[in-house]
């Protein structure tokens, strides 16, 4: 007898991007997944823009439930979808990624082989010819290498491309609601659940491709409150009593600056690298402003 395959409930919180949403929804029903073994929850984060024009087009060609709370934050939000999901597990991505067609083909092939494992995949940059957004998804897989080099036991993954079976997602609280920010609770819960004693596992085929249109200012917003995420992440590990998190080794930085060169980004590398250096300074600002605000507080 053939086993059903599972069934999968997709979270996209969304923040006053319907443009992004719609290309999202658009990939959504193009994947190449049986129609009734999956889902697919919009959590409206109390956006001034409204999305249900957006939605309504594609109930003719998804299971789609739209989801609404006053703003507070993607956290908050995707835990809201995960409480409406109907799926055996939960498939994460933001509102400005698109699925490859195979995305859940990949998560399910996984989930089959270990159903008690998170599951996390590749996030691709969707805007190359933007440096900004380059330098930011080259930082993403950069720590992909790092963290990941042994796939059947990863160490993390963004909340754009990661999955878990439901009711254990629910078991451990969902993402922690404490960060107001999409700044650190990816990082946060991946620790969580590494802590608490699951494994994660890198499925290399579930691609997404990511849309993330910066600017200058705005990629130094990113990565300034990123820092202030990190700060968040290691106030959390100290309250679990949880050793603090170590400092990497000179190597982690140096290689990190290598990285443009040896990943094929050509006439760009240089100023990639340089960006990958303001990044990290954009970094320890946040995480030092937040501690300062903490400590004058």
């Keep these: 007898m053939k086993q059903e395959r599972p069934f999968f409930s997709i979270v996209i919180p969304t923040y006053n991007r319907p443009e992004q949403l719609a290309i999202c929804l658009r990939a959504c029903s193009r994947l190449d997944y049986p129609r009734d073994r999956f889902e697919v ?3 409206d984060d109390g956006g001034t823009m409204p999305v249900d024009e ?3 087009q594609f109930h003719a060609l998804l299971t789609l439930k739209l989801l609404r709370q006053d703003n507070a934050g993607p956290a908050t939000a995707r835990n809201r979808g995960a409480t409406e999901a109907t799926g055996e597990f939960l498939a994460f991505i933001d509102d400005d990624c698109a699925p490859a067609f195979n995305w859940l083909q990949a998560l399910a092939a996984q989930f089959v082989a270990s159903p008690d494992c998170a599951v996390g ?15 930011s998804q080259l930082l993403i897989s950069y720590l992909f290498s790092y963290y990941n080099v042994v796939p059947h036991a990863a160490r993390f993954f963004p909340s754009s491309n990661l999955a878990f079976p439901a009711k254990r997602f629910r078991a451990i609280g969902g993402f922690d609601v404490t960060y107001p920010r999409a700044a650190g609770e990816d990082r946060e819960l991946c620790d969580r659940w590494l802590h608490l004693g699951y494994r994660m596992v890198y499925a290399t085929q579930a691609v997404v491709y990511h849309a993330h249109d910066l600017t200058f200012l705005t ?3 990113q990565h300034f409150h990123y820092g202030r995420g990190a700060l968040c992440f290691h106030q959390g590990l100290a309250r679990r009593g949880q050793r603090p998190v170590k400092v990497e080794p ?4 140096f290689n990190l600056l290598r990285y443009p060169f040896v990943s094929e980004q050509g006439f760009n590398a240089l100023i990639l690298m340089l960006l990958l250096v303001v990044a990290q300074v954009a970094n320890a600002a946040g995480f030092f402003w937040e501690r300062a605000k903490g400590t004058a507080a």
């Design 219 to 221: 990629f130094l917003r």
């Design 121 to 135: 995949g590749q996030t691709r940059n969707a805007l190359t010819h933007n440096l900004y957004s380059t330098a």
């Design 41 to 43: 929850i919009v959590v």
């Design 54 to 56: 957006v939605v309504n």
């Design 250 to 253: 000179p190597a982690f930085y």
